[in-house]
């Protein structure tokens, strides 16, 4: 087959081009430059798209032997991933902009170029593994990316590749260093990968502004202080509130809820987080073809965490294909924007992913 691979210049992507070069297919290498302004290097572990990066993939590239190209996606992604991260925060809603880079950038801009330019396949390094077609867990479950990937719909799973979802990181490393390729040792990009210097507040109210509102306490709607947007805060969070004063018991306060029409951020006891159910839309069922009825499963609102068994029923909100999930035993911190990814509970090791929909309302526990 004729293979493109993205490379972001990372351990992963390399060793994930390696493999499918090994395994006799027609590889060329791709870095996608992401950044209308990309700096000379990286910072450590964060921040990624760095020319730093593009020559990292470029060099391994020639180690490969493969063909290697650059191409420019920049305004493609901040259209569709900054610019919709910084629309959710400020509409109160936790996004995860990975699952937009996925699903509009690798698996549907770059896709769709490597399919018009004759490539059977598109392989990157994410962790997680496909099994008859089916999408399922990584090996490495502190790897698995999985939730991450959970948008993407059959079609454009069947031109999929993980290469290295079989093997665990250490491994990775040890392999990359066989081959000898130099990002082996490579530290792993974290957090917000356009947001290089951590501080995701100061980056949205750049971009947001100053949208003055009140924090309040949800038992006696005391105002407890004064905030600059709803986009400083998301539900959890425990620091940050700019409340002086403790609460009345002495225990710690969370955000709880968040109103941006009125700006009021609303905060409480960890209790007040215990979710029961939630309403999900832009619903994607992984198969292509909707449940008919209930369907028992395991569902995952965050990146690493956030599990509980559940009951997925397919409804519709607007007209448009949506779904209702009752959890089994309450959550704890979920927000609206977040994904609900769904896993088989009648799967033999729970890895299988049957859908997800972006959460849009959730029910508060009576417990």
Known sequence: MRVLAAMSGGVDSAVAAARAVEAGHDVVGVHLALSTAPGALR??????????????????ADVLGIPFYVWDFADRFKEDVIDEFVASYAAGETPNPCLSCNEKIKFSALAERAEALGFD??????YARLVNGELRRAVDEDKDQSYVLAVLDHQQLSRAMFPIGDTPKPQIRDEAERRGLAVANKPDSHDICFIPSGDTRAFLGARIGVRPGAVVDSSTGEKLADHEGVHGFTIGQRKGLGVEAPASDGAPRYVTGIDPESGTVTVGPATDLDVSAMTATKV??????????????????????GLAPAVATPIEVDDRPAMRIDLRQPLRGVARGQAAVLYAADDTNGDLVLGCGRIADTVESAG
């Open 284 to 305: 994607i069922w992984t198969s292509g073809v909707t449940p008919d009825g209930p369907i028992e499963c395991t569902v995952q609102v965050r990146a690493h965490g």
């Open 121 to 126: 396949a598109l392989a990157t390094g994410h």
């Open 43 to 60: 910072t450590g572990s964060r921040g990624c798209c760095s020319r730093e990066d593009a020559d990292d993939a470029r060099r391994a």
